[in-house]
């Protein structure tokens, strides 16, 4: 009875879950796409984290309305409707939908922008290009060649090349404007901004507001009553709307004293949350509206599922704009309250930061040509530009000189409000274009690269970053075209699975999206509220010697104890051919390595923040590091020979071997507790007695290792076991050696103050 109650009902379920999908998309979707308009405004720190919340919001609701222009491409944009019937057009959009949700899923929880309209557009044309296969291969009368007259190929091309356009020109664009802003307003900009902010303020008002409002308008039920008054008077609007917003922008300075450019950075997130809105909206509820109007037509008509053609999707259909106020409502709940919106937000700012910061992504082979090729490029202009003209450019974009760390760089603002505005104008604009010719533009893909464009003109990604900074570009471009392949080849692959079966598929893919849904919103808040581990090594901040001194003494207690951790678990793991435990010491000294380079890297900011009587412990805070750096690089070792000797099955090591190196890490461990103690309880005096204590454990090294040479010499018959032991005991010789150099140098530093 209730099987076929699912049959009888089966379409009418698929709609209920579409519906369910779709709001499941929109928190999926908002969570990727909140950093096109809030990271100009967030990375600016121009206004309150709750007004640009608030503006953004407002910016969202207005533009929810206007996005019924777009709805047409879910329909008929990828395919043509009319060669399929609604059992198969079903399939399609439940295809689409869990694909589409996994997919952004999967780039929110890697803190990726993605582009939730490339998604959708390479869903639908993945699922439709499946299903016409099987149509085509259960016709006689059909070939692959018929595949065109399924699919819209010149829509579907035309949406794919402009999208891929449309990265090269918001580059582009947006390293022009952001050059030519720079080269007038320079960093210094107060002073120029009070002569010249009205007209840059009416300028961007402008262009913000005319592309937003009237080409935006275009294709929404609106147009038409203002049509008559728009057309044709194009020029004189602008104009007109120039002459008021220079006249605003002016008042404006004079009255509150204060910059133009926070009114520019307000509206240009309003008008970038709108243009997103209008323009995105499509791409979570398009499906389900598009699938809510072949359920109504299909049950009307008294046609079976199967011979009930959908010609009626090529029809203009009704905006229902009560669900887009829904669709809204739970875009502005979700921008509130997403914790994954923040991640992928910080991807960006991070890559257009004007400072130096800690670089989420490391270089590669393409990264580093790419920046060598620009550097020969350069230096080929640079010989044709006249040395004076160079010069006075250069001056335009020198930077003020402010020395922070990359801590220090996080709490400041990520660039300048000149290059927050241009950011908003020009992405603002770029999709507004868009919209009104009806072009489901990726506004990540022409947010994230007006953003590159105008940080590569600002001159962000200098020698120092350049690399990392490129590194991060191509990997999100590289995760573009994963969208593309994967939403492409998923969707297909779902779509055929549900072909199959759909009463049986349907639920399966239904409960493993769930599933893996809740299982990611699990992995990032557990990731997110991880906190910072208290084992790891703090960077000096002091400005004295003798604070220097004291706050390494908690790094020379922490590189001590986890390097007693780690020589402990390597034997542990050596004695027992515990693979396992060995690769998980290996990554225990890849994290110390890697926190050690860390402090390393914050040389130069702890030399330039000393005062002038304490410069010499800039010298003691090198030496400690280099110490520091030797004993990380002898655990490596260590380890790294270890696993290697166990991971290529080689002979276990002699059970007198394993004993002997035993009592090595027994009087080792013994001597690095006793180092751990004296650092935590202060009591420094003490570190006498352990420098005392050397010559025992080197004298107890040189015993095993003659030991190991009378036996090689008289029993030993396996030369990869020797070569590991000696490895072991000479490199345990370095490992005291660098020990025992950093606890003389420490104790004499600590004499002398």
């Known amino acids: 009875m209730e099987f076929q109650f699912i049959m009888e009902n089966i379409y009418l379920l698929m709609l209920v879950a579409l519906v369910i999908l779709a709001v499941a998309d929109i928190v999926v979707g908002v969570s990727n796409d909140a950093i096109n308009f809030l990271n100009s405004a967030i990375g600016s720190k121009a206004l309150s984290m709750r007004t640009i919340m608030i503006v953004a919001s407002l910016g969202i609701f207005i533009g929810a309305v206007f996005s019924s222009g777009l709805m047409e491409v879910a329909r008929k944009g990828i395919f043509v409707p009319g060669e399929f019937y609604f059992d198969e057009i079903m399939i399609i959009f439940m295809a689409v939908m869990i694909t589409d949700i996994l997919l952004l899923d999967f780039f929110n929880t890697l803190g990726l922008p993605t582009s939730t309209t490339v998604s959708i557009v390479f869903n639908l044309l993945g699922a439709a290009v499946i299903m016409s296969l099987i149509k085509i291969s259960e016709s006689d009368a059909q070939t692959i060649a018929d595949l065109g007259s399924y699919i819209n190929t010149k829509k579907a091309l035309e949406i794919i090349s402009g999208i891929l356009l449309s990265v090269v020109i918001a580059f582009s664009v947006g390293a022009i404007v952001q050059w030519i802003s720079r080269l007038i307003f320079t960093f210094q900009y107060e002073k120029r901004i009070k002569n010249f902010g009205a007209i840059f303020g009416g300028l961007a008002l402008t262009a913000i507001l005319y592309f937003i409002f009237m080409k935006g308008l275009k294709g929404t039920p609106y147009y038409k009553d203002m049509k008559g008054f728009i057309e044709g008077n194009e020029i004189y609007i602008i104009l007109a709307g120039f002459a008021l917003f220079t006249l605003f922008s002016f008042a404006f300075q004079k009255i509150t004293k204060k910059s133009i450019l926070l009114v520019v950075i307000g509206v240009g997130t309003f008008g970038l949350a709108l243009a997103f809105s209008g323009n995105d909206l499509v791409n979570f509820i398009g499906v389900p ?23 009626v999707l090529d029809k203009k259909m009704p905006a229902e704009p009560f669900l887009l106020f829904i669709a809204g409502g739970i875009m502005v709940v979700t921008l509130w309250f997403s914790k994954k919106a923040k991640t992928v937000a910080e991807t960006e700012i991070s890559l257009s930061r004007q400072t130096e910061t800690h670089e989420k992504f490391q270089p590669n082979m393409l990264s580093r040509g790419i920046v060598k090729g620009s550097r020969l490029l350069g230096k080929y202009f640079g010989a044709i530009i006249p040395a004076s003209t160079q010069e006075k450019i250069a001056a335009n974009f020198t930077k003020p000189e402010v020395v922070m760390t990359k801590d220090q760089s996080i709490d400041a603002p990520a660039f300048d409000m000149i290059r927050a505005s241009v950011n908003l104008m020009v992405a603002g604009v770029l999709i507004s274009i868009a919209t009104a010719m009806k072009l489901p533009l990726s506004t990540t893909y022409v947010t994230f690269m007006v953003a590159m464009g105008t940080s590569l003109a600002d001159k962000a990604w200098g020698r120092e970053s350049a690399v990392y900074r490129v590194a991060g570009v191509l990997n999100v471009i590289g995760g573009w075209f994963f969208t593309a392949i994967g939403a492409f080849i998923a969707a297909g ?86 693979n396992k435990a060995l690769k998980k010491s290996r990554k225990g000294v890849e994290k110390l390595d890697a926190e050690i380079e860390d402090l390393r890297d914050n040389i130069f900011y702890l030399i330039k923040n000393l005062d002038e009587t304490s410069v010499r412990g800039s010298s003691f805070y090198i030496t400690v590091l280099a110490y520091l750096t030797d004993i990380a690089q002898s655990l490596e070792f260590i380890s790294k020979k270890s696993y290697k000797h166990v991971n290529n099955n080689h002979k276990k090591l002699r059970y007198k071997q394993i004993n002997e190196l035993r009592e090595i890490d027994d009087t080792l461990e013994g001597l690095l507790n006793e180092i751990v103690e004296v650092f935590d309880s202060r009591k420094f005096e003490r570190i006498s007695y352990v420098i005392a204590r050397k010559e025992e454990v080197m004298n107890n090294l040189t015993e095993k290792i003659q030991t190991q040479i009378d036996r090689t010499r008289t029993e030993e018959s396996s030369p990869k076991n020797t070569t590991l032991y000696f490895n072991i005991l000479l490199e345990t010789k370095d490992l005291v050696t660098s020990i025992m150099n950093l606890m003389e140098e420490y104790y004499t530093s600590y004499k002398r103050e």
């Open 289 to 311: 509206m598009a699938a809510y109007h072949s359920y109504e037509a299909w049950s009307v008509s008294g046609v079976d599922a199967s011979l009930f053609a959908m010609d």
């Open 493 to 578: 692959i779902v779509a055929f699975l549900i072909r199959l079966n759909k009463e049986v598929m349907i639920p399966i893919l239904l409960l493993i999206t769930v599933l893996l849904l809740v299982r990611n919103y699990l992995s990032h808040k557990k990731k997110s509220m991880t906190k910072v581990d208290p084992k790891t090594l703090k960077k000096s901040e002091s400005s004295t010697v003798q604070g220097i001194i004291s706050e390494s003494a908690d790094n020379i207690s922490n590189v001590i104890s986890r390097s007693n951790k780690i020589y402990t678990a390597v034997l542990k793991g050596l004695s027992f051919e515990d």
